[in-house]
């Protein structure tokens, strides 16, 4: 029925969408927040390693030092820097419960189908072994370098205001 050469290719990727989907599961359902960061950090780490799957190590790299790094550790911050009283956790409800799971395991048969019954025929041109971050970087700093120096700008204001209400908040 199925005919399916099972390569490193395919067995890294299961891998990778285990992280993924184990990570934004834990995301989820872990009550303490510093413990969700770090699973929505790992799910972030799977999908950079997708994104190398693909040929794609401009994004995976992006995905990694923006999401993965920053994103994690400003939500740290942001937890760390806020005041969090412990608030009780509502009563377990077993028929929404009941109603997610029957709801997600009627999604996963919809997306199953419709997965199996495509035909993903490639039409776009793919060369793999093309160094695609040289042309990025070549894009950015000659079509684009106005649009990225002004994005710096916006960048560097956005930091000196969120440390101004800081110290604001702080005094």
Known sequence: MFNVNITGEYVVFFIFATIIIG???????????????????AAFLGLAGMYVLLDAEFVAFVQVLIYAGAVSILMIFGIMMTKHNGEAAEPVKPLHETLAVIGALCLFG??????????????????????????????????????????????????????????????
Do not use: C, W
């Open 110 to 171: 919809l997306l199953f189908y419709a997965i199996r019954a495509s035909d993903f025929q490639s039409t776009a041109a793919f060369h793999p072994g093309e160094d695609n971050t040289l042309a990025i970087g070549e894009l950015l700093f000659t079509g684009y370098i106005v649009p990225f120096e002004l994005l710096s700008i916006l960048l560097t204001v956005a930091f000196i205001g969120a440390i101004a209400l800081a110290k604001k908040e702080a005094e």
């Open 23 to 41: 990570g934004a599961v834990l995301m989820i359902s872990l009550e303490k927040v510093v413990h969700m960061v770090i699973s929505m950090a």
